[in-house]
């Protein structure tokens, strides 16, 4: 297991592809209640409860996820059901785009993230197109505190999981998808406090733009992100 990951690929993910404040509390709204639906007691739901988690790390407030447990503990037949989608395809410069999608109206949200592919310069495809340049993976984060390389490696090596970096203060630990809850879960009764859990696709050979197409992408991200149903987006770039 080697002591680092694709953290500058990860990094950049999660800055120019972030989302505004208020979209970033109604991503987190419709992840619990996709993952609460059918069992709405984080006690019970290892998932949910990691959403919770998750929810609580990127600054959602705490009746805000409160409202959305008591909803879908009384939910009635007419509340809104989400779904998750994923969207396959390209962006400027032949860049491999993958988007995932939280919505309450399919049909909607496959309209609007392909106009919104074809009026910025991308090209949206059919499943399976671009998926396998990408490994779907976990990743999980916690505080680095006061430990040192040979703890942290213990640590990580006694959870089980493939990879990580340390950046600051922070530590970044990859797992295959199907490991991350398990990986989680070994990492907290060790006494690690999870900042954040979450599945994620990595490009598995990342291209290098030259400052012309990355500015073209860019820009073709922040028009993708201005599209309510859209969740998250990864993409084939360093």
Known sequence: MAGHSKWKQIKHK?????LKRGKLLTKHGKLLQVIGRDNPNPETNAA????????????????????????????????AVFTENLYEGYGPAGIPIIVSSLTDNSNRAFTNIRTAFNKHGG????SGS???????????????????EEQLFELIANAGADDF????????????FESLGKVRQALTEQGIEIEKAEPTFQAKDPVELSSGDQKKLDDFLEALNQVDDIDEIFTGAV
Do not use: W
């Not at 998750?54 to 007419?78: F, H, M, Y």
């Not at 993976?137 to 040192?148: C, D, K, T």
């Not at 970096?165 to 295959?176: F, L, W």
């Open 123 to 126: 090209n949206l495809g059919s």
């Open 48 to 79: 949910l409860r990691n959403a919770i988690v998750n929810a609580k790390t990127d600054g959602v407030p705490r009746e805000n996820i409160e409202r959305v447990l008591k909803k879908l503990s009384g939910q009635g037949s007419n509340a």
């Open 130 to 148: 671009v998926a396998f340049m990408f490994d779907h993976v976990g990743e999980i984060q916690f505080a680095l505190g006061e430990r040192n």
């Open 14 to 18: 999660k800055g120019a592809n972030d």
């Open 165 to 176: 970096e340390v950046h600051e203060n922070t530590v970044m630990v990859s797992t295959t």
